[in-house]
C-alpha cells in the first residue's frame, strides 16, 4: 500500500479525491475516529483502490451514467443505474451536492425542496417529467450547513410516465438535476440517457455470444505523430494533435521533442487527438511520461481517456485510468500501457486524451512522448 504525509489545507476528502479512492476507505485503513480531525505531518495509508487506473469514483452508479460538475466549492454529481431502459422500466436517479472546499458552505432555502429533477427529450430539450409536479412543500426557509468532503445525497426514481401520467415515447432524453439554494438556482448538471421501445419477440432465443471480428487488426500505431516530431511552432499543439498549456520540450524519450503538460504548472492541461477505430475490437494504447520537477511542491493527476463516440459524434463510452504524482517517476520515463477492453458497439471514434490536473500550489509538469494506439484482436 502507498503512504501519503498530510499538507497544509489537506481535507480527507481531497485526499481521496487524488488517489482515486474514498474517505470511508481512508477511515477505515488507518482507524481515524473523527474523519473531520486530522494534522499537517499525518502519514496516511493508501488503500489498494486507491492506486493506478480503473477504480470507480467515489458515489459512482456501476454500469450507469456519471457526470460531475464543480459549482463555486461544490461537486454536483449525477448519475442513473443505466444508460439504456426499456420502455417501462424504472430510472433511477442519484443527485449529490459534495462540498470539495476548505470552507464550510451554508447553503440557504426559501422552501422546503432541496433539489430540483426534470427529464427533457433530445432533440430540443422539451421537458418531459419533473419531481416536484403534483408535490407540495412547505413555505418555510431553511439551511444546509456542509463542512469539508460532507455531502447532501437525493435519490429518486422516474417511472417514465410524462408529467400527464403517460408512459414517454422512446427515444434520447437528458436527466438535469439542480441545486434549489439560493444564488445556486440557476447552476445545474445533467445526464443522457436512451429507451428503447419494447418491441414483442415471437421465440425466445438466447442472446448469441459475441465473437472476435474475424478479419485481421490493421496493422500500425493508428495515431499520427506519436513522437511530436512534426511540431514547427511552439506556441500552438503539436500536428495533429489539440490541446492547451502545453510547452515544446527536448526532454524527450527519442527524437527532438516530448510534449510537456502544465507549461503553465498551476492551470489544466489537456492534450488530445481524434482517430477511426472499429467497433468490437480490442486496441492497447501505450505511452511514456516523466515528471518535470521545479523548486516547491508536485500536487497533480494525471488523467489517461479514451472517449468513443458514433458516426454521428454521440458519445457512446470511455475508459479513464488516472495516476497521482506518486505514480509518475520524476527522474527518468516510464513506459504505461492501457487496454481499452472490447470497443463498444456503435463506436466509430476514439478520442485519446492526457489531462493535467494541478492541485493548489503545484509546481511540477508532466512530459509525454511515443503515444501509441494499436488494434489488438
Not at 8 to 27: H, K, Y
Not at 75 to 95: A, C, K, M, N
Not at 129 to 142: E, I, K, L, M, P
Not at 303 to 316: A, C, M, P
Request: net charge positive; charged share 20%.
Amino acid at each position: 500500500m502507498a503512504t501519503y504525509t498530510v499538507q497544509t489545507g489537506d481535507t480527507l476528502f481531497s485526499i481521496a479525491s487524488r488517489f482515486g479512492t474514498t474517505v470511508e476507505a481512508l477511515v477505515e485503513a488507518n482507524n481515524i475516529t473523527n474523519p473531520d480531525l486530522i494534522r499537517v505531518g499525518q502519514v496516511l495509508t493508501i488503500p489498494e483502490t486507491g492506486a493506478g487506473g480503473g477504480t470507480v469514483e467515489p458515489g459512482d452508479s456501476v454500469g450507469g451514467v456519471n457526470q460531475t460538475r464543480q459549482v463555486r466549492g461544490l461537486l454536483y454529481r449525477i448519475s442513473t443505474d443505466r444508460s439504456t431502459y426499456r420502455q417501462g422500466e424504472p430510472v433511477r436517479i442519484t443527485f449529490s451536492k459534495t462540498n470539495v472546499s476548505n470552507r464550510t458552505i451554508v447553503l440557504r432555502y426559501r422552501t422546503a425542496q432541496r433539489f430540483e429533477l426534470v427529464a427533457r427529450r433530445l432533440p430540443g430539450l422539451r421537458e418531459v417529467w419533473r419531481w416536484s409536479a403534483g408535490r407540495f412543500f412547505a413555505q418555510v426557509t431553511g439551511t444546509v450547513t456542509l463542512r469539508p468532503g460532507q455531502s447532501q445525497v437525493f435519490r429518486e426514481t422516474w417511472n417514465q410516465r410524462n408529467n400527464q401520467g403517460v408512459q414517454v415515447v422512446a427515444g434520447n432524453f437528458v436527466i438535469e438535476g439542480t441545486n434549489l439554494a439560493q444564488g445556486f438556482e440557476g447552476e445545474s448538471i445533467a445526464t443522457r440517457i436512451s429507451i428503447s421501445a419494447v418491441r414483442p419477440t415471437p421465440t425466445p432465443r438466447p442472446t448469441p455470444t459475441p465473437r472476435p471480428t474475424p478479419t485481421p487488426c490493421p496493422p500500425g500505431n493508428v495515431l499520427t505523430n506519436p513522437g511530436f516530431e512534426r511540431w514547427p511552432n511552439p506556441s500552438v499543439p503539436p500536428t495533429g494533435w489539440t490541446g492547451s498549456n502545453l510547452a515544446r520540450s527536448l526532454l524527450s524519450v527519442t527524437g527532438a521533442y516530448a510534449a510537456e503538460m502544465g507549461a503553465r504548472p498551476g492551470s489544466r492541461a489537456v492534450l488530445s487527438q481524434r482517430v477511426d477505430i472499429e467497433a468490437g475490437r480490442i486496441y492497447e494504447l501505450n505511452w511514456s511520461a516523466r515528471e518535470r520537477v521545479r523548486p516547491g511542491v508536485a500536487r497533480f493527476t494525471l488523467f489517461v481517456e479514451i472517449f468513443y463516440y458514433d458516426r454521428n459524434n454521440n458519445f457512446v463510452g470511455r475508459t479513464e485510468p488516472r495516476y497521482s504524482q506518486d505514480s509518475v517517476p520524476n527522474d527518468r520515463y516510464q513506459r504505461y500501457s492501457l487496454s481499452t477492453g472490447r470497443v463498444p458497439a456503435g463506436a466509430r471514434i476514439a478520442d485519446v486524451r492526457f489531462t493535467f490536473e494541478p492541485a493548489a500550489a503545484n509546481t511540477s509538469s508532466v512530459l509525454i512522448d511515443n503515444v501509441e494506439l494499436r488494434c489488438r484482436f
